[in-house]
């Protein structure tokens, strides 16, 4: 028996045929083509699940979704301008298989937790460092999530409750996105640009428009004494929500995905040493968290809602 | 079928013989008499369960244990000054009835999520403002406990991250616990106390001994603005505490106990006000975590003891 995986971005639909065991058997996609209304979203996902499906058994439908899902309907989507949409029912009847939403951070994790980066562990944390900080928990296998709406929304938790801390998209100060984003690093590694004018990074980023996620690491390698203070300013940040996370929920693993997470050993290392000593407990604790970066990449998405799928059917 | 629930604190044990739904059936206690041997300890313990299990039909043992609880060993309790002691295995050779032990915060968590203010509810988050804050997670009708360690350590969970942030008692900077708890709210009292001498805080406390959790609340309802201003900063930080567990959880219910939860609603209007901005998303939610005060008091710890038993056995 397959699952059909639907991961729904602003920019592209990607769909796969999955098997039981969480492996890609068929991909496809196409482009979201926003701004469209939902319904006209939904007949091009169905198009790809019954092109994926034709000649196959398949069971059920996930779909991973941005914004905030509950049973079965988009709440709110802030990427897809959609309100109030019974997405579940809509694209239940245009294709005649089953069909389970999940917040599109929270599949992602899901498909991590079960198929990637913390395949066989009891618990895990997974983190998306991207324009956003998107988080998914797994807890013994399952998605937490809550009562009163699609959890994990751990990217939105105070790290720095500080009237000069840096805005975030959510309106507060000094959430968790507001300081370890890979959009919290560009603005950090702009601000260091103007002010050291004799650092490297204005070298690798000529105009603040050249400035990326990697921009910092690239010359903080070479020795740049400003590139390293803004590295270490990151990870120190990063850090204190990591750790944070493994106080409140002590999983096996906290999985980093997203383009900061390529840095991989360059920022796993020092978050390691970094988040360490901010661990309760830690010098008593027989068993300590694995943080490590995610291994499935934006498969993570298609793999994760079609295990939800398998779980929910 | 009853079970025996047992609330190991630092001047005294409390014991319970706790029927399946979780009402109390006889209690006892005796002083802990520190310092002493954690084999000393638990013979008082071991007589204690003895006494109320005669001539009953008793499954087993449940503890509440202050500090770091795995698999049936205190690995480190600072409170009782315990390392690496296998309690379960001591306590069930000296009862004859099989043990399990937890976290006295999270046991309690427990009692108040399957028999108190969160009785029903799918998801509690139970958060004790005392001389720390001790914090609970409950999670479908099961202690949310992790892999490395006994979870959760929510109140070490760093909201303010600054370098002149109060110290913790975990030697970081800006903890919830720093800013939320009884001790906390009683350094804010002194300090506004001092730098306010025509304050009505000291009438209310001639001396900084005579300080305690509920002088800035009786001050504050006489109209005192210093001890408004010392309040309304408690109950901030309370809220962001509050709202970064709601937004990692979604719960269903927060349950605040300990001193300061006394005050009731005094506490919870102002802080349900704080917080709801605070929560990702509450503008599109369907639902809305319920913040309550917790009902069982003392209680809750040899409740939950008991109900954790039950359920481990």
Redo the contacts between chains.
Sequence with gaps: MYYLGVDLGGTNIKAALVSESGEIVKEAAAPTNLPRTAQEVCDDIAALCLQLSAREQVAGIGVGCPG?V?DGVV??SNNLDW?DFAMADYLQTKTGLPVCLGNDANVAALGEALAGCAKG???AVILTLGTGVG?G?V?GGKL???????????G???????PDAPLCT?G?RGCLESLASATALIRMTREARRTHPESLLNTLAPTEADVNGRTVFDAAAQGDAAAKAVADDYIH?LA?GV??????????VIGLSGGVANQGENLLKPLRAAAAP?V??S???????RITTCTLGYRAGVIGAALLAKQEM
């Design positions: 905030t509950c709440l709110y309100h562990a009891q618990s988080a928990v807890l937490l999530t809550g009562y009163t709406g699609a959890a994990s929304e751990a939105h938790m105070v790290i720095a409750d500080a959510c507060r940040h204190v750790a944070n996370l493994i106080n409140i929920f002590f999983p096996e901010m309760f407990g010098a008593f604790a027989k068993k300590h968290t």
